[in-house]
Structures are given as structure tokens and as C-alpha cells.
């Protein structure tokens, strides 16, 4: 199993530009997590979706959107970049069993820079 | 208005002595703590963790204390690796539910030799 996988790893935007952020995971989990963490902080969640076709909005949504038409893929989608989201970008997931999910496993983050 | 806080961002032990990390929370929904631990470049990897219907879990040299009543939360680790140095992040969670996670800042812990 590779587990959570992310890809870029680093990348450098201009204002106003766009990109897509690429999570995929091979442990058939059901639930999937975008974070963010800025320099000295902890993670604050962007978006969460419990199944593909369901997504919704975590602690700090603006200026992010996600689509998970697969288990596997939870792509986020930046439009518009500005500096403020300047930061390194975790995907996690985690299944559901019982009621209850397991521990969040996470993927190795993307460092993004807006310039 | 943070929910979970370690009010300590680093914490500096020698080699063999007890590491203790501390965290505060402040929603009394929250039913589940998990610490995760950060190396640089890497994402967080997921360490021990505690229902709130326990008061401790114990897992090798790592051991987790829950304290209800005073919303506070507490990682052992004896003995102290260079090994464990580390950012170590304490987070909660309402089970159940979405089991969204929501982080303290994170705690750096050197263990030197």
C-alpha cells in the first residue's frame, strides 16, 4: 500500500492563478480531509468528504473548492490564488467502521508558495 | 477562539528522562484525543489516543492522561530518543460524527544526548 499520496510536492503561484491539488488514497477509505498548516500553527480543516459525491465544508473553506467522484481521489481545486494561501496542504483519510473511524492516516503535504 | 491548546511551543529533556507534553481543550463535546507526531517535510503520523471514557492508555513508552474535570490532556514519554524529537500535535475530536479533527498549535520536543 503507498497509503495517502500527494502530489506536487512544492509549487510556486502567481496571484491570480490557479491549481489543483491531487490526493489519492489505496486503503479504501471512506472518508477523506484537506488541511492546511501555516508556519507555527496547527491544522485547520478545508474540506471533508464522507464518500464520493459527498463533500463538505470544513473550518476554513474560501477560496477552495473539492470534487470526490472516486473513493481513491479527493482533488482540492484553488482558484484565484492570493498570499494569504501561502502554506503546506495535508490530505488525510480515515475509514469508517462501526460507527466510528479509525485514526486519520495523512499524506507527506504540499508546500505551496503564492508569490 | 481555540479550541485545543498546547500553550508550550517547545520543550527541550535529555536523553532517558520522562518527556511530558501538555494540552488544554475547551469544548466539553469533544470525545476523543489523539496525538500526532511531525517530523519536518513529512506529514503527521498518528502516535496514541484516548476515549473520554478512559483516564489513561498506555502504549510502550508512550502514555496518554486524561483529565475530564479539568479539560487537560498529558503525553508521556519514557524514556526520552533523540529519536522522538519531533513536533507533536494534540488533537480532538466528537465521535460519530464527521470525526473532523480539530489541531492544538504543536508542541517541539528536542531530546538531546
Known amino acids: 500500500n503507498a497509503g495517502v499520496t500527494q502530489t506536487p510536492k512544492f509549487r510556486i503561484l502567481k496571484i491570480g492563478q490557479s491549481m489543483t491539488l491531487q490526493c489519492a488514497q489505496d486503503?479504501?477509505?471512506?472518508?477523506m480531509y484537506w488541511y492546511r498548516q501555516d508556519p507555527g500553527m496547527g491544522l485547520k480543516l478545508i474540506y471533508y468528504s464522507v464518500g464520493a459525491g459527498i463533500t463538505d465544508k470544513g473550518e476554513v473553506p474560501n477560496g477552495y473548492n473539492v470534487s470526490r467522484s472516486t473513493t481513491e481521489d479527493f482533488p482540492l481545486r484553488l482558484e484565484l490564488a492570493a498570499p494569504s494561501q501561502t502554506s503546506v496542504y495535508f490530505c488525510?483519510?480515515?475509514?469508517?467502521?462501526?460507527?466510528?473511524?479509525?485514526?486519520?492516516?495523512f499524506g507527506p503535504g504540499t508546500r505551496l508558495t503564492v508569490l | 477562539d481555540q479550541q485545543v491548546k498546547q500553550n508550550s511551543p517547545s520543550l527541550s529533556v535529555q536523553e532517558g528522562r520522562i518527556s511530558i507534553l501538555n494540552c488544554d481543550y475547551t469544548n466539553s463535546m469533544f470525545d476523543y484525543f489523539l496525538w500526532y507526531k511531525k517530523y519536518p517535510a513529512e506529514g503527521p503520523t498518528f502516535l496514541i489516543s484516548?476515549?473520554?471514557?478512559?483516564d489513561k492508555n498506555e502504549d510502550g513508552r508512550f502514555t496518554v492522561f486524561l483529565n475530564k474535570s479539568a479539560k487537560h490532556l498529558s503525553l508521556h514519554i519514557v524514556p526520552s530518543q533523540p529519536g522522538d524529537s519531533a513536533v507533536y500535535f494534540c488533537a480532538a475530536s466528537i465521535r460519530g460524527g464527521s470525526e473532523k479533527l480539530v489541531f492544538g498549535k504543536g508542541t517541539k520536543l528536542t531530546v538531546n544526548p
Open positions: 488525510a483519510s480515515s475509514y469508517l467502521a462501526s460507527g466510528f473511524t479509525d485514526t486519520q492516516y
Open positions: 484516548i476515549s473520554s471514557i478512559k
Open positions: 486503503m479504501n477509505h471512506n472518508y
